[in-house]
């Protein structure tokens, strides 16, 4: 029989180190099982890289605060 996360058949139930359960194809990791809050967090970690490596390369061009809300013709109040 395989050990844990070495399966040798298609499709056979494995782990990784995390402890997340894997599918293997022939011993291979193929898809791992993570809950659906690790998926967000992960696509929010994403999601901030790409845009401090867009904020790095110069691509990015931010509005001050005080000129969208005078295009939005929204007058501060004191």
């Not at 599918?23 to 998926?39: F, N, Q, W």
């Amino acid at each position: 029989m395989a050990s844990p996360g070495r399966g040798s058949a298609p499709g056979t139930r494995g782990g990784l180190a995390r402890g997340q359960p894997c599918r293997t194809d022939h011993g291979t990791p193929a898809a791992v099982l993570i809950s659906p809050r690790e998926l967000a967090d992960l696509e929010d970690a994403l999601a901030l890289a790409e845009y401090r490596a867009r904020q790095a390369a110069g691509e990015v061009t931010g509005v001050p605060h005080a000129e969208v809300r005078a295009r939005l013709g929204l007058e501060r109040t004191a």
